[in-house]
Structure formats: structure tokens, C-alpha cells
């Protein structure tokens, strides 16, 4: 078995670990869970540094498993937050649930035969079966509030003056409960997380201790942040998710290629599987030419491909490639209509009726009567240029301003219009 802990380390993924867990993996193959939180219907790229570190678990040989907090996420994570959040019906947890098991399906071995495929298990099968009274008699007699008090995540709350309702108290004593769970029930003796979890994570391992006797252990990743001081996985837009209905490949694909030079260097560690000698010798290749951005291009490509595949992959670097003039009008039109808008969110736009522009007797016609003001302010201006080579229409270069309109609408309703080198318009016919 490769030594998980290891790579872990020179990947720059691990922020705490309990004495003797490097120990206890070298014993053959272990089992460990991650925990996601399933307010939302997909995951974003600040959960993936869980799913790279149940990735890289799995890899090395061991077990892993996937919770999903069916019965946590009625109640709201409180660590570290400044408010409680919004609870959830089943109905929707369940929803969000099966979601997140298919994202989840395309980082790690759910349907191998070996015996350490992954499993996705919810900790509403085993909570739902507690009565109140059952949990505090025979749970919450073994963590004593003083306990549960001490912990950063819960003086932080009380400390803001924000307070802390009962029910996110509790939050820490059910994950501690899920971890005795799957301590007993499927010999999981490992928990990971983000190292805000910390407190969490242990509490569980105290719990073990007290109700079963046996060793159980935590391990956690450093919590990403960018080298701006900004928070990772968040743009104007809002957070990068891995729903492609959600977040488009292109807007994905384009989040990793656009990272500083810093920051790349720390995320092709940890969100791509590349080995050590294949990214030192990507970083020396950026360092010779950083304006390639060989660093940046590999990260988005391995993620992309990941999380939506190849073709998608290839249909996004098509798009980036449009707006850099390295594209032909096959790579315009094998677009489809979202990624075409998003590509040029933001350019001026004109409308023209479709009987209106099947009327249209040329070229200066669309640009002198139709879009006037908007591309050109004249049909002088649009016939000089252009007669001077200035003007493309679905990158096909003009040369005759009195030549017939025969042009093929993209997605049967758009043409793109490029006036000199950067300047692009879009006439959607409706």
C-alpha cells in the first residue's frame, strides 16, 4: 500500500492528525469517512479538497466512505458560522442527497468488486431511529457540557454574541455519534475533514472511547485560501459548483485557468492526481515561461475532465479559444447556446425580427439600416471597413460590403459580429 499520510504531506493536504494513525495504516487496509453536507443539490470546488482526500484514501489501498448528513443537514453545521441555517425537509435532503452520490461517483469507486470500493452511506438511516429521549439517556450522558463548551467552534459563537441555539449544540454530539456508528457497525476507525472539523471529529473519538473501549482516529486538511487573502471558490457570481447546470464547463474551466501563478502552484497539488515529478517538472516549465501559463492550462484541463468529462473539457477550450482569434467558425458553431452567451457575456447585443432580416438585401444593409448605433455608427463607417478587412461575422472575414446576406445563424439565431480585434457585437434574429 502507498503510504496515504505521505502523500497527504508533500501535497500540502494535512493540517492535524492524532498520534498513531500513521501506524495504524501501515496494519493492512483501513477504513476512514468524510462527511458532506447536503444543503444544496450539488457540491462546489471548496468541497473537493474532501473528495481529492477520499480519493487519494482509496488509492492508497484503504476503504472509504462518503456520509451524507441526512440527519445534520436538518439541523445546520454550526462551526465556525456566524448564524444558524436555514433547516431542510427530506424531501429535499433526499433530492440533494442522490445528487451529490452521482459527483461523488466520479472521483471514487462506487461499483468496483475490490474489497475496498467506496460506499455512500446517510446518517438519517441510523438518527431517525432515536427517540430524544433514547439519544440524551444513552448518548449524551457520555460528553459532559464542559466538554462540548471548550471547543473553538462554540466559544467563537458565544464570544460574537450571536449565541448558539440547542439544536446546533447538539451538532457536535450527533457526528460524534455518526463516527461510534461507523466504529461499531463497519469497522471505520478514521474520520476526515476540513480543519475546521476538528473539534468535531474529536468529539467522536471521545465518544468511542467512552462507549466502546476502542481506538479510533482524526486526521484533517488545511482549509483553502487564496494567496489575494480572498475566500477560495467564490467569484462575482457566487460559488463554483460542480452542477453543470449550476456552474457551465466553460465558467468552470475558466475559474482554474485564470488562478494566480501563487496559488497554482498549491491547487495542482491538491486538486489534481499528477505525481510529484510530472508537476515539478510543470513548475519549471512555468517558471521559464509564466506568460504560458502551463501551470494554470494543466490544472483546468485535469479538473475539468474530472468533474464534466472530456468532451466538455474540449468545448470549453474551444470557447476560450474564440476570444484570442485562434478559432474557426466550426469551433463558433459547435458551441451550444449557454456557452456561446457566456463566452460573450456583456457585449452589446441588438435584436432584429427574423422576416425583417430575411428581407435584407446585403451585408450593408444589416449594418447600415438594422444595427445602426450599435456596431456602426454609419454605413460609410461599416463599408469602409469593410472594404479595409476590419469586419467578421462568425469569423468569416468580410471583403464585400454589397455582398448577399448568406449566413448561417448560430444555434439558428445568432450571428457574431468582430469589428477590428476585440471589439465583438452579437444580432440575435427572433
Known amino acids: 500500500m502507498n503510504s496515504f499520510i505521505e502523500e497527504l504531506r ?54 472509504p466512505f462518503a456520509l451524507v448528513g441526512g440527519a445534520t443537514g436538518m439541523i445546520g453545521d454550526p462551526s465556525f458560522k456566524s448564524a444558524e441555517r436555514n ?19 466520479k472521483f471514487l469507486d462506487f461499483a468496483g468488486s475490490t474489497t475496498n470500493k467506496a460506499e455512500l452511506v446517510n446518517n438519517y438511516d441510523w438518527m431517525s431511529e432515536f427517540s430524544f429521549l ?11 457540557v464542559n466538554y462540548m463548551m471548550s471547543k473553538d467552534s462554540v466559544k467563537r459563537r458565544l464570544e460574537d454574541g450571536n449565541g ?22 463497519e469497522n471505520c476507525s478514521i474520520q476526515l475533514g476540513g480543519s475546521d472539523q476538528w473539534g468535531n471529529i474529536v ?12 481506538s479510533a482516529y482524526a486526521l484533517t486538511v488545511p482549509l483553502i485560501t487564496k494567496a489575494d487573502g480572498t475566500k477560495f471558490g467564490k467569484t462575482e457570481g457566487g460559488s463554483v459548483w460542480l452542477d453543470p447546470e449550476k456552474t457551465s464547463p466553460y465558467a468552470f474551466y475558466q475559474f482554474w485557468l485564470n488562478v494566480s501563478d501563487e496559488d497554482a502552484s498549491k491547487y495542482i497539488r491538491i486538486f489534481t492526481i499528477l505525481d510529484q515529478s510530472t508537476i515539478e517538472n510543470l513548475e519549471k516549465e512555468h517558471a ?10 494543466e490544472i483546468a484541463k485535469q479538473i475539468t475532465i474530472m468533474v464534466h468529462g472530456e468532451s466538455d473539457f474540449e468545448m470549453a477550450v474551444k470557447a476560450s479559444d474564440i476570444l484570442f482569434g485562434k478559432s474557426s467558425t466550426e469551433d463558433l458553431a459547435a458551441l451550444d447556446e449557454r456557452t456561446f452567451l457566456q463566452v460573450f457575456e456583456g457585449v452589446p447585443q441588438v435584436q432584429i425580427d ?9 451585408i450593408l444593409d444589416l449594418f447600415g439600416e438594422i444595427t445602426q448605433g450599435v456596431v456602426f455608427a454609419s454605413k460609410g463607417e461599416a463599408r469602409k471597413m469593410i472594404q479595409g478587412g476590419g469586419v467578421s461575422i462568425n469569423k468569416e472575414k468580410l471583403s ?4 448577399a446576406i448568406n449566413l448561417t445563424l448560430l444555434q439558428n439565431k445568432y450571428l457574431l459580429v468582430q469589428k477590428g480585434k476585440k471589439n465583438y457585437y452579437i444580432v440575435e434574429v427572433k
Request: proline share 3%.
Open 10 to 63: 508533500w501535497r500540502g493536504m494535512l493540517q492535524d492528525m492524532t498520534p498513531d494513525i500513521e501506524e495504524h495504516l501501515t496494519k493492512g487496509m483501513a477504513s476512514a469517512y468524510l462527511g458532506f453536507d447536503p444543503t444544496a443539490d450539488s457540491l462546489h470546488i471548496g468541497h473537493l479538497v474532501g473528495v481529492m482526500t477520499l480519493l487519494h484514501f482509496q488509492r492508497a489501498g484503504h476503504k
Open 87 to 105: 433547516l431542510l425537509d427530506k424531501t429535499t435532503l433526499d433530492h440533494n442527497i442522490s445528487c451529490i452520490q452521482d459527483q461523488l461517483a
Open 134 to 144: 433514547d439519544f440524551i439517556r444513552d448518548i449524551g450522558k457520555h460528553i459532559t
Open 164 to 185: 448558539l441555539s440547542f439544536t446546533e449544540f447538539t451538532y457536535q454530539l450527533i457526528q460524534g455519534y455518526d463516527f461510534y456508528h461507523l466504529w461499531k457497525n
Open 203 to 214: 468529539t467522536g473519538t471521545e465518544l468511542i472511547r467512552r462507549m466502546g473501549g476502542g
Open 288 to 297: 521559464e515561461a509564466p506568460h504560458l501559463r502551463t501551470l494554470q492550462k
Open 354 to 362: 427574423k422576416t425583417e432580416y430575411t428581407s435584407l438585401g446585403s
Open 400 to 403: 464585400d460590403p454589397n455582398a
